[in-house]
């Protein structure tokens, strides 16, 4: 079973940044695709981010230009920088091996960070 660790979460004002990462146990992730979800009270879990293993992207179009993944495999860790982050962000995130392209995880969910967004 394909297992992660999120942290970096936290309280941050509207149009402040945060750096998530997700650290791959048990495993290499170097040939694996990786999305960052995230799921807000109420709501369905959504695909946010997610990188191929060459290093391709994709996004969700709410957080296009705000949102960067990057993946350093000799860390084995995939990260999430957050710019100008809004309210609506406010979500735990939660990360997992993905098909990239249309941003579908393999569902193997670790405990997720939060993210809370507010002034």
């Known amino acids: 079973q394909l297992q992660f660790v999120e942290s970096g979460g936290g309280l941050v004002q509207p149009g402040g940044s945060l750096r998530l990462s997700c650290v791959a146990s048990?495993?290499?992730?170097?040939?694996?695709?990786i999305g960052w979800f995230r799921q807000a009270p109420g709501k369905e879990r959504e695909g946010v981010a997610c990188?191929?293993?060459?290093?391709?992207?994709n996004y969700a179009d709410s957080v296009k230009g705000r949102f960067h993944i990057s993946r350093d495999n000799a860390k084995n860790t995939v990260y999430l920088q957050m710019n100008s982050l809004k309210p609506e962000d406010t979500a735990v995130y939660y990360c997992?091996?993905?098909?990239?392209?249309?941003?579908?995880?393999?569902?193997?969910w670790g405990q997720g960070t939060q993210v809370t967004v507010s002034s």
């Open positions: 997992a091996a993905a098909q990239w392209y249309l941003c579908l995880p393999v569902p193997s």
């Open positions: 048990g495993f290499t992730l170097d040939y694996y695709g």
């Open positions: 990188i191929s293993s060459s290093n391709d992207t």
